[in-house]
């Protein structure tokens, strides 16, 4: 849903630049908020959506995943105050957010 969020912040940014452009940055605003979200849930630590990976690719069985999903919170407040992680995510956010500011810049 985040993804179809970013697309439609991303056309409406390009259209409203040419009839409103003080709305724009509101647009822009969606559109990283919802490219950051993108990524963020694809973290593969249980509570976020990107966990269900873990256990469907690596064959975990529910009952590992349930006990691993008890700590996933403690992992992922852990793992955001980790500079080298803050990095990472910094680069994959501008990673994906690149195909909207193509589309953006094709469009205004």
Excluded at 95 to 101: A, I, K, R, T
Aim: proline residues 6%; aromatic residues 16%; neutral net charge.
């Amino acid at each position: 849903m985040n993804f179809a969020i970013a697309l439609v912040a991303t056309l409406a940014a390009g259209t409203a630049h040419h009839f409103l452009p003080q709305i724009v940055p509101l647009f822009q605003t969606i559109l990283t908020l919802n490219v950051a979200l993108v990524v963020f849930n694809l973290i593969p630590v249980p509570p976020l959506d990107g966990s269900k990976f873990l256990m469907y690719w690596f064959g975990m069985s529910e009952e590992t995943y349930a006990r691993f999903a008890q700590w996933g919170w403690i992992v992922l407040l852990l793992l955001v105050n980790l500079r080298p992680f803050q990095v990472l995510m910094s680069i994959l956010f501008g990673l994906v957010g690149l195909p909207f500011e193509f589309l953006y810049r094709l469009i205004a």
